[in-house]
């Protein structure tokens, strides 16, 4: 074999073992994980986590935003969170089998500063990218690249519209329902919900949302940065 097929092969393989750590490190991380109990001290903006869990990087109807994300552990939470969010996945594959929904940054194992977040400190704050259909009303996944800064540089219209794409609100809606649901299941409660005021009316005429309003707090002013492309989640432990 000549020096260079060896350097081929050499470089083949090293390629090979980078795309397995990108597909499966974060499930052998959380494979690794113990079974200690979260605990989230101070508050998102000022706190931290201790024995934060990772949430999974794909089920049947969702998946994380990077790969690279996951990887590095930015996808971790309370464990009553992780419990939270995947218990509505599960709901949400059984209500609505085909919508796609992909979640964004959550927070290191052991929380602290997260930048480029200001909060997302202690465990209980979730972002997730809005499900999205296309032109012909068909679930897709929203796209998340590295050179749209994984979904968060998309820009939709005041419409919801972003293109050939456009932000499906009655599965919006109906994921927050879920996570209602979950987060009394373990103990947690909907605090706050952050997204773009603008795009208020859109989310607040699908079904069922009347009653949650009742029960969870949309914030009416714009965030420092727009939330049109996701929507920011904060839990805290019901009282």
């Known amino acids: 074999m000549?020096?260079?097929?060896?350097?081929?092969?050499?470089?083949?393989?090293?390629?090979?073992?980078?795309?397995?750590?990108?597909?499966?490190?974060?499930?052998v991380a959380i494979a690794l994980e113990d079974d200690a109990p979260s605990h989230s001290r101070g508050a998102p903006g000022d706190g931290r986590l201790e024995n934060g869990k990772r949430l999974p990087s794909r089920g049947d109807n969702f998946r994380a935003y990077s790969s690279l994300g996951t990887l590095l552990g930015r996808n971790s939470v309370h464990h009553?969170?992780?419990?939270?969010?995947?218990?509505?996945?599960?709901?949400?594959?059984?209500?609505?089998?085909?919508?796609?929904?992909?979640?964004?940054?959550?927070g290191w194992p052991s929380g602290g500063r997260f930048r480029p977040h200001r909060t997302h400190r202690n465990g209980l704050a979730v972002d997730f990218h809005v499900?999205?259909?296309?032109?012909?009303?068909?679930?897709?996944?929203?796209?998340?690249?590295?050179?749209?800064?994984?979904?968060?540089?998309l820009e939709f219209d005041g419409e919801g519209r972003l293109g050939r794409l456009r932000i499906?609100?009655?599965?919006?809606?109906?994921?927050?329902q879920a996570l209602d649901a979950a987060a009394r299941g373990q103990g947690l409660r909907i605090e706050v919900v952050i997204f773009?005021?603008?795009?208020?009316?859109?989310?607040?005429?699908?079904?069922?949302?009347?009653?949650?309003?009742?029960?969870?707090?949309?914030?009416?002013?714009?965030?420092?940065?727009r939330h049109d492309e996701h929507y920011h989640v904060v839990f805290r432990p019901a009282r």
């Open 2 to 27: 000549t020096r260079s097929r060896k350097r081929w092969l050499l470089l083949a393989g090293l390629v090979l073992a980078w795309l397995a750590i990108l597909r499966w490190g974060n499930d």
């Open 196 to 225: 773009d005021p603008p795009l208020h009316g859109a989310l607040f005429a699908a079904d069922g949302m009347d009653t949650l309003r009742t029960r969870v707090r949309f914030t009416p002013r714009a965030a420092w940065v």
């Open 131 to 153: 499900p999205v259909v296309d032109a012909d009303g068909r679930p897709r996944w929203l796209p998340t690249y590295p050179w749209n800064q994984w979904g968060y540089r």
């Open 80 to 106: 009553a969170v992780r419990d939270t969010v995947v218990d509505a996945y599960a709901a949400l594959a059984v209500s609505r089998p085909g919508s796609r929904y992909v979640y964004a940054e959550t």
């Open 168 to 176: 499906d609100f009655d599965a919006m809606a109906a994921h927050l």
